[in-house]
């Protein structure tokens, strides 16, 4: 009656008590997510608890859902909520309706510098926004949008700012 192990302690056959918590977190947030089987393509691209999101707070939607490990989820989850909803009021007077990211879990090698290192990507910690729909139709590509207008590029390094505390690279 309950196959992940939700709530229970840890075992080899369950779902780990920080796994179980996590989820416990989105739900919470809000997030719309469903647990998938584990990712385990390579040894360099393995995510043993993942999740795939496609709702996240305040009724925004995450197009096309993202494959990410939990913990990536919720840093994600929580930074839309406390930072790009707030960002979005601020800025437009209007909420954020849908995020559109790039890439999420991917196995593949970190891009440019010449690196031989697995991207962050390849462990289902890293995702890529392409552009952010406001509920009042406006549209914020993370690539035009720092050529655009002034408050694209005001919202744009705002969020971007916001997200270099909980994020490594952003």
Known sequence: GNPLGLGRQS??????????????????LGV??????PVNDSAACQIPYPVEISG??????LKPAAVLNCQMALSFST?????LQP???LRYFS???TVTQAS?????????????????HSKGNAIDIAAFVLEDGTRVSVKQ??????????FLRQVRGEACGPFKTV
């Open 104 to 120: 999420a879990y991917s196995c593949r090698k970190m891009v440019g510098a010449g690196t031989n290192k697995m991207s962050e």
């Open 32 to 37: 719309a997510y469903r647990d998938l089987p």
């Open 87 to 89: 960002a979005a009021r």
């Open 11 to 28: 075992s080899p056959l369950s779902m780990p008590a920080d796994e179980a918590e996590c989820r416990r977190e989105l739900k919470r």
């Open 79 to 83: 930074w839309v909520k406390h930072e």
């Open 145 to 154: 949008g720092w050529f655009g207008a002034r408050a694209e590029k005001a």
């Open 56 to 61: 996240l707070p305040g009724r925004a939607k």
């Open 95 to 97: 909420s954020v309706d």
